[in-house]
C-alpha cells in the first residue's frame, strides 16, 4: 500500500510538470518501460507471439526541489524487460547520491528521494543503474546511466551583492541624467518559469531620481536639483523577481548619492558698505581691514577675486587676497597725512576666479561693496624742512661763527614748540653747539680744514613734553685759507750720475701749479762756488725741473749735494718755506744706467759682490751665535758629586794579556799592589772631597803585607769603607772579583790551591809544551824523590 500511494504522488507530480509545462521533455525511460510490459501481457493474454525491443535504456527523471512531505519522493522506477516478477532480479543503484540521498527497492526497482534538494547547491545527479541475478549477481541487463534533474522552484530572492551603492551627479542637471546603475542576481534557474526574472522599482528617493525597471539604471527625475540647498539623497532601489507579480520575492539595496558643485553661485557682499580707519603714524604695507564676498560654491567654484574699481583712495591704498581666506584685504599704499585728508572712499569689486558659461545668463557673478576709511590723527615727531642740510665755514674762524641754520615742525594740529640738540656720537670733539629754541648752529672753536676737511653730524628735534622727536643729517664744510707754506710733496733724492753732461734734465720734483721757486746761493764744499757757478740750478716753472751746469762730479771728492730751495705760493697772503734738495752722485754705465750710489763699493775686494758680503756676514753671525750658545750650555751643566780620576784603582779595569807564572812567577803580579793599591806606606785621604778631619790606618785592621788571603784583604777593604767618615752621604757600589769560601761554583783563583791538597789529575799539563810546563810542575805528579828529600 505504501509503494502504490508513493506511485500516486509520483503521478501527481508528474501530471503537474506536464500541465506546468508542456514543452518541458517527459520521463522517457519510464513511459518506454511500461508501454513494453503492457505490450508484453497483451501478447500473454492474445497468445500473440512477435519479438519485442527491450526496453533498459534510461535517459533522466525528475525531482521538485525543497519537497518537504512526510514519505520520500518517488523518483522513478526501473524495470527490465528479463523481470518476471518472481522476485529473482536485483536492482543496483550507484553514482552520485546513491545510498544516501537516492534509495532503490533491489525488487520492484523504485528510487526514492529521502532528503530535501536545493536546485542551487546541486542542479542534477548523475546515476547508474544494473540488474542482476538476485542469487549469482551475475548481470542481467548491462549498465545504463542516467540524469536526475532537481526541478527549480522560486525559493531565492534577488541580492545585490555590491551594495550599498554610493555614487554622484554635478548639481544643476537636467531631468533624466544618469547617476549610476545598480544590478541584483537571483539563484534560482533563469531557464525555468519567471523565478530569475526581476524587475527593478525606487522605494525611497522620489520625486528626485527614477529607476528604470529593466536595466536598474538611476536617474535624476527634477530640474535645477541645488547642492547649496541640498547636497545628499538617500536611496532605496527593489529588485523582484516573477517579473514584478504578487508572490514574488525581492531585495533592496541602499544609494546615497551626492550632488557635487558647480559654479552657479556668484559672489555676494553681506552688506553694501564698509567703514574702516587707519592712524596717519602707519607705514605704507601694513594692513588697514579686511571684508569678505561670501561664495556658497566650493573648491575653485568658490573662489574670488578682488579689485578696487574706484575712489579717491585709490593711490593710497592697495588690495590683496588671503589664499586661505578667501578675504579682500585693504593695506595702506602709501602714508596718510590726518592733517592733510581725513576721509577716503573705495568701491570694491568681487568677482569669481573661474566662470561656467552655461549659468552665464543668470546674471553676472560679481558683487560691488563701498569701502570708507577715516584717518585717525596720531602724535607724529617732528619734521626737518629739508631731508638733509649742508653748510660751509672758514678755516680758522672764530668762535662763535654761525655755520647755519635748521628748521623743524610739528605736523600735529596742536603745533607743539620744538627742541634741537647735536647728537653727541656725531660730534665727539664738540667742534659746534646748536641754540635748542631756534636750531642755529656755531662753532665752538677755529677749524683747521687740513686736519678735517668736512664735518657730519646728526640734529635731534623733539616736541615739548612728548617723546617724539626726528634727525637730520647736517654736512658742514671747512673752506680753505692760505694758512700754510708750500713745501715738497716728498723728500726724495735727485741721483746724478758722475759723468752727467752740462744741461742733461733729472727727474722733475713733485710740486703743483702756481708756485714760483727760487735757488739760495749755493756753496761748494770743495769749490767755493756761488749761484752763478753753481754745478746745479733750478728753472723756476710748474714742474721745477733740475739741470746740471758743469760737466762732471766726483765722487771720490764729493758724493753728496745739499742744495737749498725757496718755494713761494700764489695766495693770499702769500706763503714761502726754504726746503733742502739732497742730490747724490752715483756710479753709472756708458748708457747712464745707475750702478750704485754708496763709497762702500770703492774698498771692496774685486769679484764680490753686495749679495757675497751680506752671505758671508750673515754666516759669520751664525757662526758666532752657535759658539755662544755652546759656551752657555757648558756653563749650566753641573760639576759630578764625587770626581774620578784615573789613578783610583777601584774603577779601573787592568787588562794583562800574558800567561802568569803562578805563585812563584813574583815579577807579573804583586799581591802587595792589592793590598795597598795607593801605597804602602800609610794612609792616603780620598780624592773625591777635601775631609776636615784624617784619620789614620788602623793597624790591627790592615793584614800584613806578605798576607795572600784575598778575603782578609777585601773584608779589610770594606771595613775601611764603612768606617771611613769622609765618605759621601749616599750609598756606593763597590764590586769586587771574589767569589768567596761559600760559592757554589769553587773559587777559580790558583793561589788557594798551595795550601790544599788537590785530587785532581793534571798530568795532561805534560804534553801541552814548553809553555804549561811550569803549571805541569806545579799541578802534575810528584817525583817520589822529591817527597823524600
Not at 764625587?642 to 774603577?651: C, T, W
Request: net charge negative; glycine share 6%; charged share 25%.
Amino acid at each position: 500500500m505504501r509503494e502504490g500511494l508513493g506511485l500516486q504522488v509520483f503521478l501527481v507530480c508528474l501530471g503537474m510538470a506536464v500541465c506546468s509545462h508542456a514543452s518541458m521533455p517527459q520521463n522517457h525511460a519510464h513511459q518506454r518501460g511500461l508501454s513494453l510490459h503492457r505490450h508484453k501481457e497483451r501478447g500473454k493474454e492474445g497468445q500473440v507471439l512477435h519479438r519485442s525491443k527491450r526496453g533498459w535504456v534510461w535517459n533522466q527523471f525528475f525531482v521538485i526541489e525543497e519537497y518537504t512531505g512526510p514519505d520520500p519522493v518517488l523518483v522513478g522506477r526501473l524495470h527490465s524487460d528479463v523481470d518476471t516478477g518472481d522476485g529473482n532480479i536485483k536492482y543496483i543503484l550507484s553514482g552520485e547520491g546513491a545510498g544516501t540521498i537516492f534509495v532503490i527497492d533491489d525488487k520492484t526497482g523504485n528510487i526514492h528521494a529521502t532528503k530535501t534538494l536545493d536546485r542551487e547547491e546541486q542542479a542534477q545527479y548523475t546515476l547508474t543503474a544494473q540488474a542482476v541475478a538476485r542469487d549469482t549477481n551475475k548481470p542481467l541487463e548491462p549498465p545504463s546511466e542516467f540524469i536526475v534533474k532537481v526541478q527549480d522552484i522560486n525559493d531565492n530572492p534577488p541580492e545585490f551583492l555590491h551594495g550599498p551603492y554610493y555614487a554622484s551627479v554635478p548639481e544643476m542637471s537636467n531631468v533624466g541624467t544618469s547617476v549610476m546603475q545598480v544590478t541584483a542576481t537571483d539563484a534560482d534557474d533563469p531557464t525555468y518559469g519567471n523565478s530569475a526574472r526581476l524587475v527593478y522599482s525606487i522605494l525611497q528617493g522620489q520625486p528626485y531620481f527614477s529607476v528604470e525597471p529593466q536595466t536598474g539604471i538611476i536617474r535624476t527625475a527634477l530640474p535645477n536639483m541645488d547642492r547649496e540647498a541640498r547636497q545628499e539623497y538617500d536611496v532605496v532601489i527593489q529588485a523582484k523577481d516573477m517579473g514584478g507579480h504578487m508572490g514574488g520575492l525581492s531585495g533592496t539595496t541602499e544609494v546615497k548619492i551626492t550632488l557635487t558643485d558647480v559654479n552657479d553661485n556668484p559672489p555676494k557682499f553681506p552688506q553694501s558698505v564698509y567703514t574702516m580707519s587707519v592712524s596717519e603714524d602707519k607705514v605704507p604695507g601694513e594692513e588697514v581691514g579686511r571684508l569678505k564676498a561670501k561664495d556658497p560654491d566650493l573648491g575653485e567654484n568658490g573662489l574670488v577675486l578682488y579689485r578696487l574699481i574706484e575712489g579717491d583712495g585709490m593711490n593710497m591704498f592697495e588690495i590683496s587676497v588671503d589664499s586661505e581666506t578667501q578675504e579682500a584685504v585693504i593695506k595702506l599704499k602709501k602714508p596718510v597725512d590726518f592733517e592733510a585728508k581725513r576721509t577716503y572712499t573705495l568701491r570694491v569689486e568681487a568677482s569669481n576666479k573661474f566662470e561656467d558659461p552655461r549659468f552665464n545668463a543668470w546674471g553676472p557673478y560679481k558683487d560691488t561693496a563701498t569701502v570708507k576709511i577715516m584717518v585717525e590723527d596720531a602724535d607724529e615727531p617732528p619734521a626737518f624742512t629739508s631731508p638733509n642740510y649742508t653748510f660751509e665755514v672758514e678755516e680758522n674762524a672764530p668762535n662763535g661763527t654761525v655755520v647755519g641754520r635748521v628748521h623743524a615742525r610739528d605736523t600735529d594740529v596742536a603745533n607743539s614748540p620744538i627742541r634741537y640738540m647735536i647728537l653727541s656720537y656725531t660730534d665727539v670733539d664738540q667742534f659746534f653747539t646748536i641754540d635748542s629754541e631756534k636750531g642755529i648752529i656755531k662753532t665752538t672753536r677755529p677749524l683747521d680744514r687740513e686736519t678735517q676737511s668736512w664735518h657730519n653730524i646728526s640734529v635731534s628735534a623733539a616736541e615739548i613734553g612728548h617723546h617724539q622727536d626726528a634727525k637730520v643729517r647736517v654736512n658742514i664744510k671747512v673752506k680753505d685759507l692760505n694758512d700754510n707754506a708750500p713745501e715738497f710733496a716728498a723728500q726724495n733724492d735727485v741721483l746724478v750720475c758722475e759723468n752727467v753732461a752740462p744741461g742733461k734734465v733729472r727727474p722733475r720734483l713733485r710740486l703743483n701749479n702756481g708756485f714760483a721757486f727760487c735757488l739760495f746761493p749755493y756753496r761748494a764744499v770743495t769749490l767755493s762756488l756761488t749761484l752763478c757757478f753753481s754745478p746745479l740750478s733750478v728753472i723756476t716753472d710748474s714742474t721745477a725741473s733740475i739741470f746740471v751746469t758743469r760737466k762732471g762730479f766726483s765722487r771720490m771728492t764729493q758724493d753728496i749735494y745739499f742744495l737749498p730751495i725757496e718755494i713761494n705760493d700764489n695766495g693770499v697772503p702769500p706763503m714761502s718755506s726754504t726746503n733742502t734738495l739732497t742730490i747724490r752722485v752715483c756710479s753709472c754705465d756708458s748708457r747712464d744706467t745707475i750702478l750704485s750710489c754708496n763709497v762702500e763699493p770703492f774698498i771692496l775686494p774685486a769679484g764680490l759682490s753686495t749679495g757675497a758680503l751680506i752671505a758671508i756676514l750673515a754666516c759669520i753671525v751664525i757662526l758666532l751665535a752657535i759658539v755662544v750658545l755652546f759656551v752657555a750650555l757648558r756653563r749650566q751643566k753641573k760639576e759630578p758629586l764625587i770626581v774620578f780620576e784615573e789613578e783610583d784603582i777601584r774603577e779601573n779595569i787592568i787588562t794583562y794579556d800574558d800567561e802568569g807564572g803562578g805563585e812563584e812567577d813574583t815579577e807579573a803580579f804583586d799581591i802587595a799592589t792589592l793590598q795597598n793599591p795607593d801605597g804602602a806606606n800609610g794612609f792616603l785621604p780620598r780624592k773625591d772631597i777635601k775631609p776636615e778631619l784624617q784619620y789614620p790606618t788602623r793597624p790591627g785592621t790592615r793584614p800584613a803585607a806578605n798576607s795572600v788571603d784575598v778575603d782578609d784583604f777585601i773584608k779589610t777593604r770594606i771595613s775601611d769603607a764603612d768606617n771611613d767618615p769622609t765618605a759621601p752621604p749616599y750609598d756606593s757600589i763597590q764590586i769586587y772579583g771574589y767569589e768567596g769560601r761559600g760559592s757554589v761554583a769553587g773559587s777559580l783563583s790558583s793561589l788557594e790551591t798551595v795550601t790544599t791538597d788537590s785530587d785532581l789529575d793534571y798530568d795532561y799539563l805534560q804534553s801541552w809544551g814548553p809553555r804549561f810546563k811550569k803549571l805541569a810542575d806545579l799541578y802534575g805528579t810528584k817525583d817520589p824523590a822529591d817527597d823524600n828529600s
